[in-house]
């Protein structure tokens, strides 16, 4: 079965960063786009990053300057670099692989960031 393992959350102080990772099995991975989401507590989850099978990526404005995501096809892996962290990254974050305009959609179990002082 498809299985998305999210690691690397953890509790970190602003201006500090963290690096996501998430192991893909069960699935064609150079064949789907991946990508980063969140949902914070009373928010909506909301897409941080995505990079596609061609290795294009696109960030929500926040994330832009300070995230950067990467994939490894080889090792069926993508990783979102997080830098200068603030408050507001705190959430639940979420690996996302969709392929055939999300006829295939899986998600991972998520990893909590905490972002405090």
């Known amino acids: 079965q498809v299985q998305l393992v999210e690691s690397g959350g953890g509790l970190v102080q602003p201006g500090g960063s963290l690096r996501l990772s998430c192991a893909a099995s069960g699935i064609i991975f150079n064949a789907y786009a991946m990508g980063w989401y969140r949902q914070a507590p009373g928010k909506q989850r909301e897409l941080v990053a995505v990079i596609n099978s061609g290795g294009r990526t696109n960030y929500e404005d926040s994330a832009k300057g300070r995230f950067t995501i990467s994939r490894d096809n080889a090792k069926n892996t993508v990783a979102l670099q997080m830098n200068s962290l603030k408050p507001e990254d705190t959430a639940v974050y979420y690996c996302?692989?969709?392929?055939?305009?999300?006829?295939?959609?899986?998600w991972g179990q998520g990893t909590q960031v905490t972002v405090s002082s």
């Open positions: 996302n692989a969709n392929a055939a305009n999300r006829q295939f959609d899986f």
